[in-house]
């Protein structure tokens, strides 16, 4: 294998890597095996909404009735929009295009932090309301209110899991920025925008599950 | 196997379609939502989610350019998803099939 | 045995290389800072580490074992406390788990050895190797701290409501320990994956790929698949203690049968865990020293992965008599028949390969033989425990007990040890004292049955686990099993005796000291820093003893 050798003078290749093909789908590859452990993460809360939603289908609907769609939704087209710059800040990467790159980060970036600006919204009405779970927590209403309780435990459980996971997302795009900005990445090598890129499309993921199971459910 | 195309570039044609297929799904779910379809509201709600996470998976997530283990491993992770949530469903909803002395 | 080839040619390198300050020949000898060891990226320095790491928290679990069967003599609860017995099982448990038996043979073994057998110069991904590492001692720090800070005594399973409402122990700190070995477990298992997938040498295809290398496969599927699961769990009890928001809490609407599955969707298959980079050690360990072709390649690499994907289908059985549906139970108890099927196939495979071999009883082959028994004792009394009306009479006793020690421990111990004995000339360059290995060998074997088999008794007469009075009948028993674990403990002292003495007085071992096929066995011992010279081709299937053979008989003419 003296040829990987020869690649090797590539700036960009790891010791223990024979090319950069090599190395690249092995990032790729990690980061969906990374992606995978998020699905199971995630998926052991899914698991618990389930149950408890088999278990009690009108307390939740109730907590459901609570929740604000319209701010729901739009935090769904933000989320939306922003993998979708997302996806042309790769683009951009493939093609080289610094300045767009950066753009596009940017853009995404914003979005994300739009997010959670209605986020807070909604969560400061829950705050006012009464509805965040513990010893304030107060419903009026048919279903029992401990269940509705319940519903809100899950609810705050997921969205706030979910938040952290977009938090770290704009982290992440942070440092590519600045990695940008110090024109780390060229055409060969733009691995990281990559890998981020696909982290961020998860979390976008994430919250199209959230959104119905969590807003619209027992909405008619 | 071997021939990958980890430098497949998209055409930014069908990343917009797919972002406007995704802001229609979207309207579409929370309309359906307003209508009672009794027994179906749920796994509507869940197939219209499972279209819009597979379009971003296919063509954001570039899995439909990628080798075919890429593939394997998100059906890998569906199907663990499905053993979790079968399984412990299959307890909830059986949980009074069998009458015994001891309830 | 003879010097081999590949010595010879190590040592031209090293003087090739010789403008570098570092010797690259041996990885032992690439610096001796603490520093060197510290910030290494090297798979092999991992490995070390890790092995320090597991030694010492087995010693921890080890201590509270001994005081648990210390106070365990006498039917009366005279040493310590009920309180304090509590916290000790506990303890042993988390720490034995988390901290020895998930991590060992994949963090010590897979990591030395996934690189040399697949001929790569590293793991896929080292940085993130040696953040493992660190994830793992911090974690397994955090929960011996928990100990000091009044312990847990909730049991290692954590059950709610138990754990999230009334227990006064350190629960929340023990279980961010659990929570952050989690993370180093999921990259351990993702850079594995990760590894077997794309770094092969030319021409290692899947199926010439060592046992061993398949076993780690299937585990880490079931890290990257399972570990998540427990984390949001822990994560989950953490949030109900802390604010006190009712998710498994019945007064509140919880339900705690949610958690148990939960739970259990992890750990059951985390006994596959530790199990099956055992039952790799042990396909290795069968061939080689009986110097035969591993009989029915094909269905023990297969087998593993089997086992790893049914493991995810029968966690419920821990719960037959939780309240669950009487239903969901009897599917449960059925398809755990099914994983009877995998594991008797690598035992079966494994004595057909003894069949006309030319067996030596080296110390290695004897915890060969020690898995087999062991394992098969452990794994036909797990039937006796999936049968729904068996398992009415004997759950939550020292049945119970004595099945899942001979099966994850005595079966992963025997893995552990075997593979210490086995590669200890290839990670240290030094040769062990072979009467005394085969001593410790036998003296272990023995023990661990002297400490379990008493306990099979017990929990069929009716000792209930996690108790620490009894009535006087149970004594003779228990005194038994308190004097096996005493043998037991000496059987594990001498190993670190004469290791340790070992590397400073042993013999120097070869390259090949046993007439080994498989990659590692090609590199000198111990190997250079970048594993292979020129990374090998690789033509033949595994374990052919042919080619090997004449190799050896080359260099001995020569």
């Known amino acids: 294998m003296s040829l990987g050798h020869s690649a090797a003078s ?142 809100f435990v899950l609810y705050f459980s997921m969205t706030g899991l979910h938040a952290l996971h977009v938090l770290l997302g704009i982290g992440a795009m942070l440092w590519l920025v600045v990695l940008a900005m110090r024109k780390k990445f060229s055409k060969e090598w733009y691995t990281p925008v990559e890998l981020v890129g696909l982290y961020w499309h998860f979390v976008d993921i994430v919250w199209i599950y959230l959104f119905p199971l969590l807003y619209l459910l027992g909405r008619h | 196997m071997n021939h990958v195309m980890p430098d497949h570039v998209v055409p930014l044609r069908v990343y917009l379609l797919v972002f406007i297929a995704l802001i229609i799904l979207t309207a579409i779910t929370v309309q359906v939502a307003y209508i009672d379809l009794g027994l179906l509201n749920t796994p509507i709600a869940i197939i219209i989610a499972s279209i819009k996470a597979s379009l971003v998976v296919l063509y954001f997530m570039h899995v439909r350019y990628s080798e075919k283990l890429i593939l394997l491993v998100v059906f890998v992770s569906i199907f663990t998803l499905i053993l979790l949530f079968g399984f412990a469903l299959s307890d909830y909803l059986t949980r009074y099939w069998i009458m015994l002395p001891i309830r | 045995m003879s010097t081999d080839h590949v010595e010879t040619s190590a040592s031209i390198v090293s003087v090739s290389r010789h403008e570098h300050d570092i010797d690259t020949s041996n990885y032992l000898k690439a610096g001796y800072t603490l520093k060197s060891w510290l910030l290494t990226v090297d798979h092999k320095r991992i490995a070390l580490l890790y092995l320090f790491g597991v030694t010492f928290f087995f010693i921890i679990g080890g201590i509270l074992a001994f005081l648990i069967r210390l106070e365990l003599v006498t039917p009366k609860g005279d040493l310590v406390s009920s309180d304090t017995y509590n916290r000790l099982f506990t303890q042993h448990g988390i720490i034995m788990i988390f901290l020895f038996l998930v991590p060992a043979i994949p963090g010590v073994f897979g990591n030395f050895l996934i690189p040399l057998m697949i001929g790569a110069r590293d793991l896929a991904f080292p940085r993130i190797n040696l953040a493992s590492w660190y994830m793992y001692m911090a974690g397994a720090l955090l929960t011996v701290v928990s100990m000091a800070m009044g312990g847990v005594d909730t049991g290692w399973t954590f059950y709610t409501p138990y754990s999230t409402t009334f227990s006064n122990g350190a629960v929340v700190t023990a279980g961010l320990g659990i929570f952050i070995i989690g993370f180093s477990s999921v990259f351990t298992g993702l850079n594995f994956a990760v590894t077997i997938h794309k770094m092969r040498a030319p021409g290692m295809t899947w199926f010439r790929l060592p046992l061993f290398v398949w ?160 394992f098969a004792i452990g794994g036909l009394t797990g039937l006796f425990l999936a049968c729904l009306g068996m398992d009415y009479h004997v759950h939550d006793t020292y049945f119970v007990v004595a099945h899942f020690h001979y099966v994850m421990v005595g079966a992963t111990i025997m893995g552990f040890l075997g593979a210490l004995h086995y590669w200890w000339p290839k990670m240290t360059g030094k040769m062990y004292p072979e009467g005394w290995g085969q001593l410790a060998a036998i003296v272990i074997f023995l023990g661990f049955n002297f400490t379990f088999f008493p306990q099979f008794l017990l929990g069929y007469l009716g000792m209930p686990r996690h108790y620490h009075e009894y009535v006087p009948e149970f004594q003779i028993l228990h005194i038994l099993s308190s004097a096996g674990a005493m043998i037991l403990g000496i059987g594990y002292l001498m190993p670190f005796t004469y290791l340790a003495y070992s590397v400073f007085y042993g013999k120097k071992a070869p390259a090949n000291p046993w007439g080994a096929t498989g990659l590692e066995w090609r590199t000198p011992s111990p190997p250079p820093v970048h594993n292979f010279d020129s990374i090998p081709t690789v033509d033949s299937k595994p374990y052919d003893y042919r080619t090997i053979r004449e190799e050896l008989s080359h260099v001995a003419r020569a």
Not at chain 1, 132 to 138: D, K, L, Q, T
Not at chain 3, 246 to 271: N, R, T
Not at chain 3, 326 to 340: D, H, N, Q, R, W
């Open chain 3, 215 to 374: 076993a780690h496969y299937a585990t880490s599927l079931i890290m990257l698949l399972g570990t998540p699961v427990l984390a949001i769990t822990i994560l989950l009890v953490a949030v109900e203690r802390i604010w006190k928001v009712g998710l498994f809490d019945p007064s509140l609407g919880g339900d705690p049968i949610l958690f148990q599955h939960l739970f259990w969707f992890y750990s059951h298959p985390a006994v596959y865990i530790m199990i099956l980079p055992a039952m790799g050690v042990m396909s290795e360990l069968f061939s080689t020293f009986s110097k035969k072709p591993v009989f029915g390649y094909e269905f023990i690499a297969m087998s593993s992965l089997a086992i790893a994907i049914v493991g995810f289908f029968v966690w419920g059985h821990h719960m037959l008599v939780s309240g669950q549906s009487e239903f969901a139970g009897l599917i449960f108890s059925a398809l755990s028949f099914l994983v009877a099927i995998p594991s008797a196939v690598k035992v079966f495979n494994w004595t057909a390969t003894l069949y006309k071999g030319s067996i030596s009883f080296s110390t290695p082959m004897i915890y060969a033989f020690g898995f087999i028994g062991l």
């Open chain 1, 10 to 151: 590539s700036p960009y290749l790891a010791h223990h890597f024979e090319d950069l093909e090599q190395q690249k789908t092995s990032a790729v590859l990690g980061m969906w095996l990374f992606l995978v452990t998020e699905i199971m993460f995630f998926g052991g809360l899914f698991a618990a909404y389930a149950v408890y939603r088999t278990l009690y289908p009108g307390p939740f609907h109730a907590g459901s009735h609570l929740l604000d769609v319209r701010l729901g939704g739009l935090n769904t087209g933000i989320l939306i929009f922003s993998s979708f710059t997302m996806a042309l800040a790769v683009h951009s990467a493939q093609l080289g295009k610094r300045r767009l790159l950066i753009l596009f980060l940017t853009l995404t970036m914003t979005l994300g932090c739009a997010f959670f600006v209605v986020k807070g919204i909604e969560w400061h009405h829950k705050y006012v309301e009464h509805h965040i779970p513990g010893p304030n927590f107060h419903f009026d209403g048919m279903q029992d209110p401990k269940l509705v309780q319940l519903f």
